[in-house]
């Protein structure tokens, strides 16, 4: 599997399986086992996601040495700020049976952002955690947050796939040195996506599905996809893509696919007050 270098010069494998809304005790180990033998080396799941356990099983199960899988979770928003936060991360670490998480993320951009953000910098000073990272996190919200910081976040995972490229909000990024990690890569099966005639010439052209050129696209572009799929064969063929090229001029068309728009604005008071509510634990 190919990999991207992070700003802390840790290596990051460029598509990654999530877990999201997989339920616990199960589904989640079933199909990270499945992906693990399908050759995923990079599982992406969170506190939130409740199915840390069955991911630490999985790969446990697996026979794969732990340090050849790179695991991603991230603090909910319910044990934010800085004592919080430290609990949280000893649970993930439980709950994931592991004594090091390679990237933690804050989940979401509320609350007391930054107190949280210092509990996963000590991890990392600590050897719990390789990377930290942000998510949700939009080019107003970086303002806010990022003179508060002292190591600089790895990357930042958001909504991204061709009809909403995050172009502004990756400029930034780019800035200081923080890769863009997608979320709904594949336009969480978006018809007018999966099914645009452009991108249907182009998989007949490779022989590739259309969610295998649009993670193609990603990869070029130096983004990290998080694909997910409980179909069999297309758990295997999202990381089939590395045995072709997409042209420059592709990349350009795909690139003017771009409507600036996607399903979940952070910056939204309405998800801000929905998400402060949610609760994972008593
Ligand atoms: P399925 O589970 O039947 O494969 P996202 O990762 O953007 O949330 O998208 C997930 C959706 O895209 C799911 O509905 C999934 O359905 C579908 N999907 C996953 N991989 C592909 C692919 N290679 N081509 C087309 N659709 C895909």
Redesign the pocket.
């Known amino acids: 599997m190919e990999k991207f270098e992070l700003n802390n010069h840790e290596l990051i494998p460029a598509v990654g399986f ?1 877990v999201f809304m997989i339920p616990n005790d199960g589904p989640t180990y079933e199909a990270t086992l499945k992906a693990l033998k399908a050759g995923y080396r990079h599982i992406d799941t969170a506190a939130g996601y409740m199915n840390e356990s069955d991911v630490g099983k999985a790969i446990k199960d697996s026979g794969i040495d732990r340090k050849e899988i790179f695991i991603t979770s991230k603090l909910w928003l319910q044990d934010y700020g800085y004592e919080n936060a430290k609990i949280g991360i000893e649970n993930s670490l439980k709950n994931l049976g592991v004594d090091y998480i390679d990237l933690y993320l804050l989940h979401q951009p509320y609350g007391d952002y930054l107190g949280s953000w210092k509990a996963l910098e000590e991890a990392v000073a600590e050897g719990k955690i390789k990377s930290i990272g942000i998510s949700n996190v939009t080019i107003n919200l970086w303002n806010k947050f990022k003179d508060g910081m002292t190591i600089m976040p790895a990357v930042n995972q958001v909504e991204c ?1 061709p009809f909403f490229q995050q172009k502004p909000l990756r400029e930034e990024m780019e800035k200081y040195g923080i890769k863009l990690e997608a ?7 978006n018809k007018e996506l ?1 099914e645009n005639e452009y991108l249907v010439s182009l998989a007949n052209k490779y022989n590739k ?4 050129i649009i ?1 193609r696209w990603h990869y070029q572009e130096g983004i990290i996809s ?6 069999d064969e ?1 758990i295997k ?2 990381i089939d893509i590395f045995d072709f090229e997409l042209t420059d001029e592709e990349m350009k068309n795909i690139q003017a696919m771009d409507t600036g728009k996607g399903t979940h604005d952070p910056e939204d008071l309405s998800n801000e007050t929905r998400l402060m509510g949610l609760k994972i634990h008593d």
């Open positions: 999530g796939n979320w709904y890569p594949l336009g969480h099966g999966l599905n259309v969610g295998q993670l998080l694909p997910k799929s409980t179909n297309r063929g999202n």
